[in-house]
């Protein structure tokens, strides 16, 4: 089946621990999306990434890193600089370029403990 | 700066009535709009979009949504509800950058059909 697969679906971390959620893609796209959702509430970009060993940050990277080493997978980790981690975290990719549709794996809930 | 505003946080309606969620945006260009549903616990599902051309755009699930250039809006809408379409919907506007296709969401309407 062609989709993203994202692991694990649930995520518990303790104060100052860093943890990475897994992003994984087969459907050959170039570019692949890190948002925020936290409950109630709409989408937020944390980090985006056009081509292998490319990415920038969204609008709330602070507290976030990722990596792009593979066309397939883009990791995101949570830093203990992240003051608020707890939230729904979801991951997308696509066919670069304006108008192409984002397709959105099935999400990642990260709780702080 | 784009933006998209929900109006309201939850739609309710009765089983086999006609829905309309509303959506409206600011963008300056020409404005790429998409829908999506969310159900509990999962991620977005791709409902439907406009890029150009007919203003009336038909979806998954018989969904349709209607651009109004002139009100800036894209509302969503179907003529026969069903108990099943009850889940969180997002609309969302593609930036204006020369490059990508990164979305700004609206924050959600959650939809309520009653049998």
């Known amino acids: 089946d062609g989709g993203i697969t994202q692991s694990p679906k649930y995520l518990f971390r303790k104060e100052g621990q860093n943890v990475t959620l897994s992003c994984e893609q087969n459907?050959?796209?170039?570019?692949m999306y890190w948002y925020r959702q936290d409950p109630g509430q709409g989408l937020r970009l944390i980090y985006y990434?056009?081509?292998?060993?490319d990415f920038q940050k969204g609008d709330i990277a602070e507290g976030y890193s990722v990596s792009r080493e593979k066309k397939e997978s883009f990791p995101l980790t949570v830093t203990s600089a992240q003051k608020n981690p707890t939230a729904f975290y979801l991951c997308?990719?696509?066919?670069w370029g304006h108008g192409n549709t984002i397709y959105f794996g099935e999400g990642s809930w990260l709780t702080v403990v | 700066a784009q933006s998209v505003a929900q109006p309201e946080d939850q739609v309710n309606v009765a089983e086999g009535n006609p829905l309309t969620v509303k959506c409206t945006y600011s963008v300056s260009g020409n404005p790429y709009l998409f829908w999506y549903v969310q159900y509990p616990n999962r991620g977005l599902q791709f409902l439907l979009k406009?890029?150009?051309?007919?203003?009336l755009v038909k979806g998954s699930y018989g969904f349709e949504a209607e651009f109004n250039k002139s009100q800036t809006s894209f509302h969503l809408k179907k003529p026969s509800a069903l108990v099943s379409d009850s889940a969180l919907y997002f609309c969302?506007?593609?930036?204006?950058?020369?490059?990508?296709?990164?979305?700004?969401f609206g924050g959600g309407t959650r939809l309520m059909v009653k049998p």
């Open positions: 969302a506007v593609s930036k204006d950058n020369n490059a990508g296709n990164m979305l700004t």
């Open positions: 997308a990719s696509s066919i």
């Open positions: 990434s056009q081509i292998v060993n």
């Open positions: 459907l050959n796209h170039d570019a």
């Open positions: 406009y890029i150009t051309g007919d203003n």
